[in-house]
């Protein structure tokens, strides 16, 4: 397997600010990890596709300019909301692909939850 | 574009009965079909993938290209069962790392 952390697992922010998630893989280099984000009671939809020493890629509908994603080593990866708003609380996971021959297993760090006020 | 359906958001049934979780996917190639689960507190985690087709918890899946389905099955339910069960789908590996569609998931209760 491997092991994936976030931090914080909460934070509340005030409307305005711009908060910074970590992604870290502990056992392992990382060279491409995923960011999601889940509303309450909704499923996991991908926002972007983060690889290292390249710009993220980002799904049809997520702001590059506000959802900022850095990866700039094999194990960290970062995900900034810039001039956060209310209804950019959710619960955002991170998650990191593993190879193993031809085929990539994902696995999932535990989640931050953000409440901007 | 590919989808995944879940048909049912909840989903319970009484400890020992047979328990069925449905997944239908649509997607133009050939794809890789996974079971996610998520128990109470804890982070989403890999049950089971279609390509290896082994028992894993006394899950088993089946994938029915003609139904495109992927339905996920334990004879004999049991209490630590209890979880949100997510199916996902990804394109059919390739060396590379592949994105994954969700499915709205199912929450599964089993009843003492």
């Known amino acids: 397997g491997a092991v994936v952390s976030q931090h914080p697992s909460w934070v509340i922010c005030k409307s305005g600010t711009s908060v910074k998630i970590e992604c870290r893989s502990l056992d392992f280099q990382a060279t491409t990890m995923f960011w999601y984000r889940q509303f309450p009671k909704q499923s996991l939809m991908l926002m972007a596709t983060?690889?290292?020493?390249?710009?993220?890629?980002?799904e049809q509908g997520v702001e590059k300019d506000k959802f900022l994603i850095n990866h700039a080593s094999l194990t960290l990866s970062t995900l900034t909301v810039t001039s956060a708003h209310p209804e950019d609380s959710s619960f955002y996971i991170c998650s990191v692909s593993r190879l193993a021959g031809v085929a990539d297993t994902q696995y999932f760090g535990p989640g931050t939850r953000l409440t901007v006020l | 574009a590919q989808r995944v359906t879940q048909p049912e958001k909840l989903l319970s049934v009484f400890k020992g009965a047979p328990v069925e979780l449905k997944c239908n996917y649509s997607y133009s190639g050939s794809p890789e079909l996974f079971w996610y689960v998520q128990y109470s507190r804890q982070r989403l985690q890999l049950l089971l993938r279609h390509i290896s087709r082994e028992s894993i918890k006394g899950f088993t899946a089946d994938l029915n290209k003609g139904e495109t389905s992927f339905h996920l099955k334990k004879p004999f339910a049991q209490e630590e069962d209890s979880a949100m069960y997510y199916c996902a789908l990804s394109p059919r590996a390739s060396g590379s790392a592949r994105q994954l569609t969700f499915g709205s998931g199912t929450q599964l209760t089993v009843l003492p």
């Open positions: 983060s690889n290292e020493g390249s710009k993220a890629t980002y």
